[in-house]
């Protein structure tokens, strides 16, 4: 970074920090990753002074020869990947892609339907805060209190009675395997559009270690990084030419001008590697680590949603232990392990103090770990929450020690792209 740290030394100086705290960490976030080398590179390149309002072989503005033949290269390789027809590579991030399947499919008013948030939705899944609540009429199902899972029968009573136009399944705190044909069965049932949102799934869709909505669901959202590792951009992709026409007319021009180049290059760099052997190998590990995690945290009288985990994602409550999820989640960072406080299915406490912490294994896996690294860091967070429930002093010295046995053991597993 020899050109920034001239210009700007103060930026050049924070980001080689956040370099090293990435670095030093366990990073236990479920929508956070580790990008590649190249796909680093890839972001950062000329191709940010280029605009490109339209889509390949139809432009507003000159100059895309090269343009073109990149974004040709990553919709290709997302067909290819994820076995459908059509891809559009253009949306900024994973919300900006949701509205445009609502301008795709929906008028102001319409009825949405979609897992409300608090058991584990998305904001634009028609939650009230979200212009999707505020425009759309959102009806919402949940998931059992008894076992956390989502009832099928209940989806279908709900969508009956309401007639939504549009269903969204998937979510940001799913933990459990999503049932893409039986949503599906029930969008064909109403008549609605079934929307995917596969954006915390991405990657284990792509490596074969989650079920594929391809088939099933008329259209599909994602985010390119999470547990698929590419830039901080989506995607949307389709079977049929009528639900791909309206897709692409609802992102240009109906909810952005030019796409981001260098994002759209790092996004087929990111293909390229998740249609390796490798990746098919991560993808798995992702589960496997998860799975031993929550056998581990279970083991020592976490209360897991739904008592396990499918995918790359651990939801607790850690009501029983006395503690709220925020003040637990601060001591954990403290501590050098990474995760995020997050409400549970029926919780009793506001979002922004929350009974839960929800974590994910695919930055991890892409380090390397594995089992015995997750027994570990089970360990180490039960060691930090039994420690914060009891007070402060005793918090204090297990957070210095965990801290530093963190710091030593991710000296052993080198992060990729740092």
Not at 245 to 270: D, E, M, R, S, Y
Request: aromatic share 6%.
């Amino acid at each position: 970074m020899s050109s920034l740290n001239s210009v700007d030394p103060q930026i050049a100086e924070l980001i080689k920090a956040e370099e090293r705290r990435q670095a030093d960490t366990v990073k236990l976030i479920a929508s956070e990753n580790y990008a590649s080398k190249a796909v680093l590179e890839a972001t950062g390149t000329v191709l940010t002074n280029k605009y490109s309002e339209g889509y390949p072989g139809k432009r507003y503005y000159e100059g895309q020869q090269v343009i073109d033949q990149i974004e040709i290269l990553a919709i290709e390789r997302a067909k290819s990947l994820f076995g459908v027809n059509h891809a559009n590579v253009q949306p900024y991030s994973g919300s900006p892609a949701n509205l445009a399947i609502y301008l795709a499919f929906l008028k102001p008013g319409e009825t949405v339907m979609g897992m409300g948030l608090p058991f584990g939705g998305h904001l634009t899944h028609g939650w009230s805060v979200s212009a999707t609540g505020k425009w759309f009429n959102p009806v919402r199902y949940g998931v059992r209190q008894d076992t956390g899972r989502v009832d099928m029968d209940e989806v279908r009573e709900i969508a009956l009675r309401e007639r939504p136009k549009l269903i969204f399944c998937g979510g940001t705190a799913i933990p459990r395997t999503i049932d893409f044909p039986a949503f599906a069965e029930i969008a064909r049932e109403v008549g609605a559009v079934l929307a995917a949102d596969i954006a915390h799934i991405a990657g284990l869709v792509a490596g074969g270690a989650h079920p594929s909505p391809v088939g099933h669901a008329d259209v599909i959202s994602t985010t390119t990084h999470k547990t698929l590792r590419g830039p901080r951009g989506a995607m949307l992709m389709a079977t049929s030419d009528e639900h791909a026409t309206a897709l692409n007319k609802a992102v240009f021009p109906g909810l952005q001008g030019g796409p981001h180049n260098h994002t759209t290059a790092a996004i087929a760099v990111a293909l390229k590697e998740a249609a390796t052997d490798e990746f098919k190998d991560y993808a798995r590990q992702v589960v496997m680590n998860a799975q031993a995690l929550a056998e581990e945290l279970s083991g020592r009288g976490f209360d897991l949603v739904s008592g396990g985990t499918d995918n790359h994602l651990i939801l607790f409550d850690l009501t029983p232990k006395g503690i709220g999820g925020k003040p637990a989640a601060q001591a954990l960072d403290k501590a050098g392990l990474e995760t995020n406080y997050n409400s549970v299915p029926f919780d009793t406490r506001k979002p922004f103090d929350p009974s839960g912490i929800r974590i994910g294994t695919a930055g991890v896996t892409s380090r390397g770990m594995g089992v015995a690294e997750m027994r570990q860091i089970g360990a180490w967070i039960d060691q930090v929450v039994s420690a914060v429930a009891k007070g402060e002093d005793e918090a204090k010295h297990v957070i210095t020690r965990v801290h530093g046995e963190v710091t030593e053991l991710t000296s052993h597993f080198p992060a990729p792209g740092l």
